[in-house]
């Protein structure tokens, strides 16, 4: 396991790599046939009162980037090029660093949320569809995520944690993952959402947000549920089922009692 973990962080690390790269030679391209004309063409745009077709003045100035005609231009092209890959790695960098500050907010709320341990809007599950003591995949498992989602949903909404025991102790996500066609997050992620869209319905799935957190080399899979306005029905057999979240577990209510409900708490 560690040394799957190892991979997955050398494999980030490169794509970090390879997208800081990219975005500083496509910041150079940039420089060169956008921002260099557009600077030019405006500039001689004014000079001439502006009057005249600005247009081909830009197209001009852009043929001029591109032709490469002598020293002046060359030393012109690495000039703004330079200048669209700072620009390029400013914007870059800014998005690496809110990532990173919304990936730390993130990690913080689930440290507390551990801390705390299960409530009425706090569960952990230690695995979504891998049962641990039967050693295989059972289906079961799935209908209690899915039953504790749509508790939330008909409640007051909540948080779910995957890859987590009753304790609170990390166990990770790696036999999830082995049950999966796409055995990473990404594949974790679609299932579950898959999960809400078959057994709840899709229109639905925006009130299921899924992130993913890293905690003694291990994965576990955030589940932010927000309160839907609408009852939300689990689809189990031929039956659709009404759930609410009462306390550390989810209940299901029969229909007197959740005609009740429905009128008091989602009108």
């Known amino acids: 396991m560690k040394l799957a973990n190892g991979i997955h962080n050398q494999k980030r690390g490169a794509l970090n790599r390879r997208g800081l790269f990219i975005a500083i030679v496509l910041g150079f391209a940039v420089g060169i046939i956008i921002i260099q004309p557009l600077g030019i063409s405006l500039f001689q745009y004014d000079q001439s009162g502006d009057t005249g077709n600005w247009w081909y003045l830009f197209k001009n100035a852009v043929g001029q980037a591109l032709g490469f005609g002598d020293v002046d231009q060359i030393l012109k092209n690495i000039l ?7 620009l390029a790695l400013m914007f870059y960098t800014r998005k690496t660093i809110f990532q990173l500050n919304r990936e730390k907010v993130g990690i913080t709320l689930i440290r507390e949320l551990l801390n705390k341990g299960e409530n009425h809007e706090v569960e952990f599950k230690s695995t979504l569809r891998w049962d641990l003591r039967q050693s295989k995949v059972n289906e079961a498992l799935e209908m209690v995520v899915a039953k504790t989602i749509a508790g939330y949903m008909n409640t007051e909404g909540g948080h779910l944690i995957i890859g987590v025991d009753d304790e609170g102790r990390i166990l990770g996500l790696e036999q999830d993952y082995g049950t999966l066609k796409k055995p990473d997050k990404d594949g974790f992620e679609q299932y579950v959402m898959q999960l809400v869209s078959v057994k709840l319905g899709t229109h639905f799935c925006p009130l299921a ?14 589940v932010r549920v927000h309160k839907s306005q609408k009852p939300v029905y689990l689809n189990l057999g031929n039956r659709s089922h009404f759930f609410i979240r009462t306390g550390n577990g989810t209940r299901e209510l029969d229909i007197p009692a959740a005609l009740d409900y429905m009128e008091i708490h989602l009108n």
């Open 209 to 222: 947000k899924v992130a993913f957190y890293e905690f003694k080399e291990k994965d576990i899979c955030y």
């Open 80 to 86: 703004f090029g330079i200048m669209g890959s700072s």
